[in-house]
DNA sequence: TGCAAGTCAATATG
DNA sequence: CATATTGACTTGCA
């Protein structure tokens, strides 16, 4: 070895003078001195070869490893295989739907032909893309689909949502679609169109074309049609009127003579009487009521066929726009209006709507959301409310282990790059399924489809419908989040995991859920999906493991980023953001300039503010303008600040008030009714202005903090969520009680 | 139209 | 790097 070879020549260096006569003792010192050495080299090679061992152990460890990767990526390869191999068959069904539909629309109707072409194309485009795709799910995420590209898991429940908003039901979609035709083309009236069975606009149409309607004896035939048929009243109200059973026993025990209903009212019965009058209507009807009920049809075995039904639906449903659009514009105009408001720069709606695109842009649509469809394995589910299986023996929502590689493959779009616009993120239409399987029986799971189908549609339209579906269920929101907050501790997963999969939310407001949860009661209806979601998971037995696999996907995913990025930095290139996300993250300085800079109040404009909203909590127009110019701050900066103080003020209120209960020798009072800064030195507006002009003394501060503290612990909030500030004054925690 | 609720994204903090 | 905070925004409702 060279470090013996070196003490070796050391020693002869110090040895060689030794040959001259020295005494006794010093040859002594030299040799222990030098013992001494070969004791620290010997040492040294020890070191090293420990050194060599582990860094043997690392490489082993390493290719382990790698090794492990390797089975995986077979795994996926495997998965991808079986979709692909699942994929083939969705194209044959497209392709044979295509060709059937356009037998279905006779030479004779010049307008609609387009749309098999558009089937046609779209199933080619999207067999293509997904032939392109089925190598790896990140990098191919389409970006230049723009924001309705977002074709991620969860969005897609939003997307296919857009055409079936309010039907998880695959039988009642095709019934649907097929009244929707129907109708459509026999009348002016889609009486079955999700979007606009509830429209209201519509109604001057139809008031203009209706006579009068004899009701008494429609709900007679639609009685005697149920009855004959076997059908019952949910199925029909929501099939066909889009009203609840409730309602639809009512009108059907109780209709109004007809001068007595007011325009909305009219319109159940003008569905009926137009459902009637159609015979394939009844016809459809008549088979699913004869065989199975939606139920059954819902919780089929989700399998292959999922798939294809969601691109056929979404082929219907691009056909039957296109063929609405050019039959009847007009109205389409105002129907759709009142559903898919158009905004400004959203071209692509979520709805597959060819009017006010380019045909370009509608088929772009149309292949898109069949590639999103095409892309999700088949056997995944859409949401990822979806995906969390409930415990045995309730519903019957499957999870199996690609799932995790949906959201896996959600989650490589940087949270940037996904447009904020509701329901691209697994928002709407998903109450349905929570609530079934919070609940978890199957009774209960009949009316929670019809509750939950109209939550939140587009519109935002007779979601009263559905509130009383939720009134019986009940929530301990801080048990919950607590028991949340232990198991992501406990098996160290982060809220921005939890939160992204589980909930289809952002890391800040996961943080929020948890640590300032709402009481069930003082939650909305979207409020509580979180709950019921986390709830849901909860009880999933094998959440933890789900999170840990997102995780090892996740971490997969960065290593090869990390990988991709260093090849490409290596060779100078970087990467195209248009064509790849991965440049957001390792050339972010190049997109700061687009980066939206928070506004950070100091602490004397949050004291002024402060002080302003004790002396009114809803100040007018004129004070927020006052408070703006004197605090030098934008109208909209002191606006929401009210908005937000308020309303985390409630906030707070609500919590130390939960937690009084516990506590009962506390007192609370409300965040209006005292003032929790009535501390002395600042009194007003004016005061504060004033203290302005002065730094903030440390020892101010601290007093102030230590009040807030104090605060807090007697369960008084209010003031107590502003602590952190340009001198910070430790953590205070209202919500940690 | 203003407000409440819910959420995001930037940023601060631990 | 995970979590907490907070200004800004969207949506739905009265």
């Known amino acids: 070895m060279e470090t013996k070879s070196a003490l070796h020549n050391h020693m002869e260096l110090h040895t060689s003078p030794s040959t001259s006569p020295c005494s006794g003792a010093d040859l002594k010192m030299m040799i222990a001195r030098r013992d001494g050495e070969i004791q620290r080299l010997r040492e040294e090679v020890h070191r090293l070869q420990r050194l060599l061992q582990e860094v043997q152990e690392r490489t082993a460890n390493h290719v382990t490893l ?31 739907l295509s060709s059937l539909q356009s037998l279905k629309q006779p030479a004779a109707k010049p307008v609609s032909s387009p749309a098999p072409d558009v089937c046609d194309m779209s199933v080619k485009q999207s067999a293509a893309l997904y032939s392109q795709s089925t190598g790896d799910h990140g990098p191919e995420v389409p970006v230049e689909f723009h924001q309705d590209s977002w074709s991620e898991p969860s969005a897609d429940i939003s997307d296919l949502s857009a055409v079936n908003k309010r039907s998880s039901s695959s039988s009642s979609l095709i019934l649907q679609t097929a009244v929707k035709e129907e109708t459509s083309a026999s009348c002016k009236y889609s009486i079955s169109d999700e979007d606009d069975v509830y429209d209201t606009e519509s109604d001057e149409v139809m008031d203009q074309d209706e006579g009068e309607l004899d009701t008494t004896r429609i709900t007679q035939q639609v009685k005697e049609f149920l009855q004959t048929h076997n059908i019952g009243q949910r199925v029909f109200g929501h099939c066909v009127l889009g009203l609840s059973q409730g309602t639809v026993s009512d009108i059907l025990a109780r209709p109004k003579p007809w001068s007595k209903l007011t325009v909305r009212g009219r319109e159940p019965f003008i569905r009926m009487r137009n459902f009637l009058s159609s015979e394939r209507n009844i016809q459809t009807l008549g088979i699913i009521g004869d065989g199975q009920t939606v139920e059954e049809n819902d919780r089929r075995s989700p399998g292959v066929e999922d798939a294809s039904d969601k691109i056929r639906k979404i082929l219907e449903q691009a056909k039957h726009e296109m063929h609405l659009s050019s039959h009847t514009t007009s109205e389409m105009c105002t129907t759709r209006r009142e559903n898919s408001p158009v905004k400004p720069n959203e071209v692509h709606s979520e709805r597959l709507d060819p009017s006010g695109v380019s045909p370009t842009d509608f088929v772009q649509s149309i292949i898109h959301k069949v590639q999103g469809e095409i892309d999700r394995n088949p056997y995944a589910s859409i949401n990822p409310l979806h995906s969390w299986s409930p415990p045995p023996g309730q519903g019957s929502f499957r999870t199996l282990p690609v799932d995790s590689e949906q959201r896996f493959y959600n989650k490589t779009i940087p949270a940037q790059k996904r447009p904020r616009e509701e329901g691209l993120i697994p928002q709407p239409c998903r109450l349905d399924r929570l609530a079934v399987e919070s609940c978890g029986e199957n009774q209960q799971l009949a009316q929670d489809q019809n509750a939950g189908l109209t939550l939140h549609g587009p519109a935002g339209v007779n ?12 929530l301990d929101t801080f048990s919950i989040t607590k028991r949340v907050k232990d198991i992501l501790t406990v098996n160290n997963l982060g809220q921005r995991l939890f939160g992204e999969t589980v909930l289809g939310l952002t890391q800040s407001s996961v943080s929020e859920l948890l640590s300032h949860p709402k009481p069930w009661t003082k939650l909305s209806v979207r409020g509580k999906e979180n709950f019921i979601r986390m709830n849901r998971w909860l009880q999933d037995s094998r959440n933890v493991q789900k999170l840990n696999t997102m995780k090892m996907m996740d971490q997969r995913a960065h290593l090869k980023r990390a990988l991709i ?14 064509e790849n996300e991965f440049s957001l993250h390792d050339h972010s300085g190049l997109f700061d300039v687009s980066k939206r800079r928070r506004v950070v109040l100091s602490y004397w404009e949050k004291e002024a503010l402060k002080t302003a909203y004790q002396k009114e909590p809803y100040p007018s127009q004129h004070t927020i303008e006052m408070l703006a110019s004197q605090l030098n701050l934008k109208i909209t900066t002191v606006s929401n600040w009210f908005c937000n103080y308020r309303s985390r003020s409630r906030q707070d209120t609500c919590h130390a008030e939960t937690a009084s209960l516990n506590e009962s020798e506390h007192t609370i009072q409300s965040p209006t009714s005292l003032s929790p800064d009535s501390d002395s030195s600042l009194t007003g507006l004016n005061a504060s202005l004033l203290a302005f002009k002065q730094e903030p003394d440390d020892a101010e501060i601290k007093e102030e903090t230590a009040l807030r503290n104090h605060y807090v612990s007697v369960g008084v909030q209010s003031d107590t969520k502003v602590k952190r500030e340009d001198d910070d004054d430790g953590q205070v925690s209202p919500a940690s009680s």
Do not use: M, P
Not at 463 to 471: A, E, I, P, V, W
Not at 570 to 575: D, E, Q, R, S
């Open 463 to 474: 979601t009263g419908l559905d509130c009383h579906q939720f009134q019986s269920l009940e």
């Open 565 to 578: 990025a260093s090849h490409f930095d290596l060779h100078g290139t970087i990467f195209d953001t248009s």
């Open 66 to 96: 790698l090794q492990q990767q390797l089975t995986i990526k077979s795994r996926d390869v495997e998965i991808l295989q079986a979709r692909l191999q699942s994929q083939h068959d969705s194209v044959k069904i497209k392709a044979e």
